[in-house]
């Protein structure tokens, strides 16, 4: 074993060690996206802090602490560089799906060194194929951030026909078995390192998987108390708390930029005076502590179930799974409010404002902020539809 942070810190400790590294990863920020991956240091320092630790089961290492921690830490770190909070939000949740597996991943991945780390791509775009013991991965999964960072391998996504219906599934691909190829060219968090896995026909046996969007007795009444929070539930929070963290980051940087302002054609000259000005930060402030409001609030819902023992009622997954999607565009919403009246002094490439702003807006695009496909799904639940044959909270329609 090899603990690097013990004991145990408490909520309070984390997220001030979060805020605390808030003006040294802004002044990294730019080299960042030239690098277009988060820095080893970086990394490290990040383990140093325990962040990644904070949903790793006790058994090997880990803290196992309520998922807000990690949510209020990620809010703090995506102020300072967006890019590094998003690889802290995809390595430090791979953790949490190590204690809804079989004992024997997490005495395969953290036995020798419990400091290691797993990425992922949960897109299905390769193939999966039923074979003895196990199933036979093939293709190229995208997008895999942190990936350069994660000795530990990655968790793949993909569908697979079992007992006559289509199952997807999530498996636990080790490092060696797969190559990274470096096409992540983007607009926004190019920093992530979010670069392609290529796999040819590797085994991986049937107990390092498991059913992503299984949730009742069978998957997760034998599992602690942590692991009963929906496994979703929690990568879609980390992800919007990601998010809320890049729009108080524009807060920062616009207040910062407005103080010593001066609008020289306009009869008002401290750009502090103008009530437009003003009333756009009030209005992007507002929305944004709508959104951590809610994710907060959703999250401590679903873990006062789980620390109870008890498994989140399906009414109440539905309407964290849809609210928490909204975050996204208006995260967006906000920032751009704001970003519009920095007027052309904002989008000079010099500018964080500018960089900002684009990795918001990648942010935002992010699958599991679907909210234009996600207000039936809450409405249509709230009126009584049956949910959808094809759904995320396990349940055969």
């Not at 998957?219 to 890049?246: D, E, R």
Request: aromatic share 10%; charged share 20%.
């Amino acid at each position: 074993m090899n603990s690097i942070a013990t004991p145990i810190p408490t909520e309070t400790e984390l997220v001030a060690r979060a805020e605390a590294m808030i003006p040294w990863l802004r002044e990294k920020a730019d080299a960042v996206e030239k690098a277009r991956m988060v820095p080893r240091d970086t990394i490290q320092a990040f383990q140093e802090a325990g962040f990644f630790r904070i949903l790793q089961p006790r058994r090997w290492g880990g803290y196992e602490m309520n998922p807000n921690v990690l949510n209020r830490v990620l809010m703090e770190l995506a102020r300072g560089c967006p890019s590094s909070a998003w690889n802290v939000m995809v390595l430090g949740v791979h953790p949490f799906e190590v204690g809804l597996l079989d004992s024997r991943c997490g005495d395969e991945l953290w036995g020798e060194d419990d400091s290691r780390l797993v990425s992922s791509s949960y897109a299905p775009f390769g193939t999966v194929t039923a074979v003895d013991g196990g199933y036979l991965l093939d293709g190229e999964w995208l997008t895999s951030s942190g990936c350069d960072h994660a000795a530990g391998g990655a968790f793949l996504g993909g569908r697979v026909a079992e007992n006559g219906e289509t199952v997807f599934r999530s498996f636990w691909v080790q490092a060696g078995d797969f190559e990274i190829v470096d096409d992540w060219q983007v607009v926004g968090l190019a920093g992530t390192g979010s670069k392609k896995l290529v796999i040819r026909e590797v085994f991986v046996p049937a107990y390092r998987s498991h059913a992503i969007g299984a949730y009742g007795q069978d998957s997760h009444g034998q599992v602690n108390n942590l692991y009963k929070v929906p496994f979703f539930y929690v990568f879609y929070a980390a992800v919007s708390s990601v998010i809320i963290g890049m729009a108080r980051g524009m807060v920062d940087l616009y207040i910062e930029h407005m103080k010593p302002r001066q609008n020289i054609n306009q009869a008002i000259g401290a750009a502090v005076q103008d009530p437009f000005i003003k009333n756009r930060l009030g209005e992007a402030t507002a929305k944004i502590l709508a959104c951590s409001s809610r994710v907060l609030h959703n999250t401590e819902e679903a873990w006062s179930y789980a620390a109870r023992g008890e498994l989140v009622p399906l009414d109440v997954r539905v309407r964290h799974f849809a609210t928490n999607q909204f975050t996204g565009g208006e995260c967006f919403e906000a920032a751009h409010m704001i970003f519009k009246k920095t007027s052309t002094r904002g989008i000079w490439l010099n500018s964080p404002l500018q960089r900002q702003m684009r990795d918001i807006l990648v942010g935002a695009n992010h699958i599991t902020q679907n909210q234009d496909n996600i207000g039936d799904l809450l409405g249509g639940q709230l009126l009584g539809s049956p949910l959808p044959a094809v759904n995320p909270f396990g349940v055969k329609a």
